[in-house]
């Protein structure tokens, strides 16, 4: 977690690690981190879809695959 994504998300650093789900918290909190982002690409961001979809498309593999 970090603060520019804190401040994204409109909260602070350690409320996002308090929020952090205990089934996200290994990885270094890159789980729930990369949750974060997506919800804020998606949310914030959907009118510039085209600039961020390829990224997203590698965050949301990434979750599937350490999900296994």
Do not use: H, Y
């Not at 996002?16 to 729930?32: F, I, M």
């Not at 804020?40 to 695959?65: E, Q």
Request: proline share 1%; with cysteine.
């Amino acid at each position: 977690l970090s603060k520019k994504l804190a401040t994204l998300c409109g909260s602070t650093e350690s409320d996002l690690q308090a929020a952090c789900p205990s089934a996200t918290a290994e990885n270094g909190g890159k789980v729930w981190a990369t949750a974060l982002a997506l919800v804020i690409l998606a949310g914030k961001f959907g009118d510039k879809k085209d600039v961020w979809i390829m990224i997203a498309k590698k965050g949301k593999k990434w979750l599937k695959a350490i999900d296994r």
